[in-house]
């Protein structure tokens, strides 16, 4: 069972399409979506192969420099002897790679190979939940975009949260339909009585104060100037009519027009959409201790050495989901921290 | 499992009838009907609407006016719409403009809903691309 949970978060720099396969409504290629709410996700699988991705194709002089530091305490952990250094450490790296994220022999090194040759069935020691929605971008009438979500999506937040800190609680505001609270001294306010979100008109409550959530997040005063807390069936209409949705087609070579039967349609979450989700660690799942590698330190307990090495070589930008050739899917990632009041790693 | 026909049941049939009827006005019918969801999503219903409402008497207009008669139909048909008030698509194109923004969206979620059965059958009834 997990030992260690931690929360991350990422935003969108280009817009997002991890998609679910043919669909057979209004749009031809639709994004992932909780079947309870209908509400944009993106499955844990989807996330947990774009992270191996971004560690395996880290640059080998940033896997080298990282192993460096742990070598030189007991170099008998990093294994693959009589190899020289550099190649040494390149492969250790990938090695641990496969502990974390389970055994996978594509394009993998035939020294790795051999070292899992008795054995290669074993889960991997990291864990990933679905990334949810926590604040979703819609045009606003004033201040360019608002950062909308609501009550259910705070207290969900607030509860998947707890996983990772025993003491975080918050008490949400309730919102009435057709209302949204906001911050004082916002961007989006129109003469301090209402928002307008696409062709909406929300009436403001009353002050929103829900610094404990945002102040863990980088972001913190961009949020401050832009989130709306709506009603959930309302969040629930903007996350399902206001999506981005892209035609594509193709142009035939020969004729320079467009090809027959070559039209259709996909759904994308826009830039700027914030979603969460939390990693878990266990200790390597391996029977013999020479097999850990570099997770096999006197002192030190695995699973926070697992979190340790992830959290250390995770990328802050990768790319997530379908369509990176057209450059979609960029994303920041960032962790969402405990004690972090200000703002910023 | 009861005996009580779906909400999407009722809509298959009355959108697979609406679509076989509209089937003899020719194969562009098929065209319009799949632009008019995106046409929805992209600007609102009210602007699909009062666009619709301006090729009323032009050559395209009997698509227009009849994918708008269909709305119209099953809007009231699911009572949705005051039928003493609104009597018809061209009265529903201004009256949307007057209904709270809950109700806006509401009206939006069932027009796309029913327009993605009317867009199938009208692909299966009609030939060509």
């Avoid at chain 1, 460096?68 to 990938?94: T, V």
């Avoid at chain 1, 697992?306 to 057209?326: D, R, S």
């Amino acid at each position: 069972m997990f030992r260690i949970a931690k929360p991350f978060y990422f935003r969108t720099i280009s817009s997002l399409h991890c998609g679910s396969g043919n669909d057979l409504g209004m749009v031809d290629l639709p994004i992932q979506r909780e079947k309870h709410t209908s509400f944009p996700k993106v499955e844990s699988s989807s996330l947990k192969g774009a992270i191996r991705e971004a560690f395996e194709n880290k640059l080998e002089q940033q896997k080298v420099e990282f192993l460096e530091i742990i070598s030189k305490n007991d170099s008998s952990k990093i294994g693959f002897e009589n190899i020289n250094d550099k190649k040494r450490l390149k492969l250790s790296f990938d090695y641990s790679i496969q502990l974390l994220f389970g055994y996978d022999e594509d394009n993998l090194d035939e020294l790795i190979k051999k070292e899992f040759e008795e054995d290669s069935e074993f889960s991997g020691a990291l864990a990933f939940s679905d990334a949810r929605i926590l604040f979703f971008p819609v045009r606003s009438a004033k201040g360019i975009f608002a950062w909308i979500t609501c009550p259910y999506v705070l207290n969900r937040y607030v509860e998947d949260l707890k996983l990772c800190y025993k003491d975080f609680r918050l008490n949400i505001p309730s919102v009435d339909i057709g209302q949204c609270i906001t911050y004082a001294n916002n961007k989006i306010s129109i003469n301090n009585t209402s928002v307008v979100l696409e062709e909406y008109r929300f009436n403001e409550q009353q002050n929103l104060n829900i610094d404990p959530i945002l102040s863990k997040f980088r972001e913190m005063n961009e949020l401050k100037e832009r989130v709306v807390v709506l009603n959930d069936d309302d969040f629930r209409d903007f996350v399902n009519q206001f999506t981005e949705i892209i035609t594509r087609t193709k142009i035939d070579n020969l004729t320079g027009t467009v090809a027959q039967g070559a039209l259709f349609n996909e759904e994308y979450l826009p830039p700027e959409t914030i979603m969460y989700f939390l990693v878990f660690s266990t200790p390597i799942f391996q029977k013999e201790e020479k097999k850990k590698g570099i997770f096999n330190q006197n002192g030190k307990k695995e699973e926070e050495l697992v979190m340790e090495f992830f959290v250390k070589n995770l990328p802050e930008v990768m790319q997530l989901g379908g369509n990176a050739t057209i450059g979609k899917g960029i994303i920041k990632i960032n962790e969402i921290n405990q004690n972090n009041d200000k703002g910023g790693k | 499992m009861s005996f009580l026909r779906t909400t999407d049941q009722i809509k298959i049939e009355f959108a697979f009838n609406c679509a076989r009827n509209a089937s003899v006005l020719g194969k562009e019918y098929k065209s319009y009907v799949k632009k008019l969801p995106m046409l929805i999503k992209t600007n609102g219903l009210g602007a699909a609407f009062a666009f619709m409402y301006s090729k009323r008497s032009k050559e395209e207009g009997k698509f227009w006016n009849s994918i708008g008669r269909d709305i119209y139909n099953w809007l009231n048909y699911r009572n949705m719409i005051n039928s003493d008030k609104v009597r018809s698509f061209d009265e529903l194109v201004f009256a949307i403009s007057q209904i709270s923004s809950v109700e806006y969206r509401k009206i939006t979620s069932e027009v796309l809903s029913f327009l993605s059965w009317l867009k199938r059958f009208a692909d299966g009834l009609i030939e060509g691309d």
